[in-house]
């Protein structure tokens, strides 16, 4: 079965505390991996797309990397700006409609 | 630019009563559309999906039903609420044949049925 875990489902940082958030995929012919962040209240915003092993992708303090199995949101000395959720998707080889969502890690960044 | 738009942001409704969430996309032709619902604690749940005018894919079955009156327009009904049709209402969007490509959201619908 098709399943996208992320871990830890929680992550409280200091300002400037860099870290990194993970998402394991389960899937069949991964087809796309996709990070998404979520402000309280608010839809998802799309971050970054991640199409094979070993590609990276940098949006000012953060960094998404894809191995075979995972992906890592690095983030670089936060702010607390960055607090939100974070949320990673992945599209399965064949299933062109369908997105499987992680459930989420919550950062919260103090200044 | 292309923009979403969902109404309403939040919605107070008694159990047995119906329902409709609207769902409008602009700046783009026959986009792929999306309705998600979001649990606590859970992950995205895809409900429904529309490659096309009176084109609807049913995810799951339940309580609620999809219709796509206009190209842009998206619609997300149910005839009687139940309790357990609260949540996060989601409207997403893509372009046409664009499988590889990113969903893009609204800001959702929080609703609560008492």
């Known amino acids: 079965e098709d399943q996208v875990t992320q871990s830890p489902e929680a992550l409280r940082l200091q300002e400037g505390e860099s870290s990194s958030l993970n998402c394991s995929y389960t899937v069949s012919g991964l087809r796309g991996l996709f990070w998404y962040r979520q402000d309280p209240g608010k839809g998802p915003e799309f971050l970054f797309t991640l199409y094979s092993a070993g590609e990276e992708k940098e949006k000012e303090r953060l960094k998404a990397t894809l191995t075979k199995k995972e992906s890592f949101l690095h983030i670089t000395a936060p702010k607390p700006e960055d607090s939100a959720t974070y949320l990673c998707a992945v599209r399965p080889g064949g299933a062109t409609n369908k997105l499987i969502f992680g459930t989420g890690t919550l950062l919260a960044v103090q200044p | 630019s292309q923009t979403i738009h969902q109404w309403p942001a939040t919605l107070v409704q008694p159990v047995g009563s119906p329902l409709s969430l609207e769902c409008t996309v602009e700046g783009t032709s026959n986009p792929n559309l999306y309705w998600y619902r979001q649990a606590a604690g859970r992950g995205l749940q895809l409900l429904f999906y529309?490659?096309?005018?009176?084109?609807i894919s049913s995810e799951v079955p339940q309580n609620l039903s999809a219709s796509r009156p206009q190209d842009r327009q998206f619609i997300l009904s149910s005839k009687k609420l139940l309790l357990s049709d609260s949540g996060f209402y989601l409207c997403?969007?893509?372009?046409?044949?664009?499988?590889?490509?990113?969903?893009?959201f609204g800001n959702g619908t929080r609703l609560t049925v008492t």
């Open positions: 529309s490659v096309g005018i009176g084109q």
């Open positions: 997403a969007w893509r372009g046409p044949g664009q499988y590889n490509s990113p969903l893009h």
